[in-house]
């Protein structure tokens, strides 16, 4: 597989920002759509685990009802698609069971065959001294982060949001009822052409200021 070279990587993460006002008259084709809900897909966690699942809100009315709930910020209705990154709440023995069975599946072996690691993974995370909810907001992280790269590399804009209030996207959304919390939100679409935001110069720290060789 041919590498993407290196002067277009730094270009497009150059070229994102965090968009704050979206062109609501564009939306993201669906094959580029697909690209990054498979990128969500290949995410890595911890311990392969997927403490996750990614909510894509697509009904209007449903949208309109998050805004206020995201201090009105206006990408949560005028952005082509929003996703809520979700935790697993109380991630459970069986959940890993349930992992452990998918394992076992893709990579044609018996579930008996990894019960060390399964209990290896059940000793770790039922350990008294871990949140496991903090612990599985950690890891959703990882994949807000390779959604938002993706996006870049495809040319898409997006945004990532916390300004919002979890319980009340939790109510709006039912995810209790699922056994998930709202941790952390991105919009993605197209940038406004009013957007003040998106030609000011990106402001960083020096490389030597943030990363150390030792």
């Not at 990587?9 to 939306?27: G, N, P």
């Not at 039922?126 to 949140?131: C, M, R, V």
């Not at 109510?171 to 009013?194: D, H």
Request: charged share 20%; with cysteine; aromatic share 10%.
């Amino acid at each position: 597989m041919k590498p993407v070279p290196n002067e277009v990587v730094e270009k497009q993460l150059e070229w994102r920002y965090a968009t704050k006002v979206f062109d609501s008259a564009k939306v993201i084709p669906e094959a580029d759509w697909k690209t990054l809900e498979r990128a969500l897909v290949l995410t890595p966690s911890s311990f392969g685990l997927q403490p996750w699942k990614f909510f894509v809100v697509t009904d209007p009315a449903k949208r309109a009802l998050l805004k206020p709930a995201s201090w009105g910020q206006s990408q949560i209705v005028d952005a082509s698609h929003l996703v809520v990154f979700a935790i697993r709440k109380n991630l459970s023995v069986s959940d890993i069971e349930r992992f452990v069975a998918r394992t076992a599946e893709v990579r044609g072996t018996t579930v008996e065959s990894l019960e060390s690691y399964k209990q290896m993974m059940v000793g770790s995370l039922t350990n008294p001294s871990i949140d496991i909810n903090a612990w599985a907001s950690r890891q959703v992280y990882i994949a807000l982060g390779f959604f938002m790269a993706t996006a870049a590399m495809l040319g898409i804009d997006a945004c990532p949001i916390e300004g919002f209030e979890p319980a009340k996207y939790d109510e709006i959304l039912g995810l209790p009822a699922l056994g998930y919390g709202a941790s952390v939100v991105a919009a993605a679409g197209y940038r406004s052409s009013t957007d003040k935001y998106a030609t000011l110069a990106k402001v960083r720290f020096k490389a030597e200021d943030v990363i150390a060789h030792i």
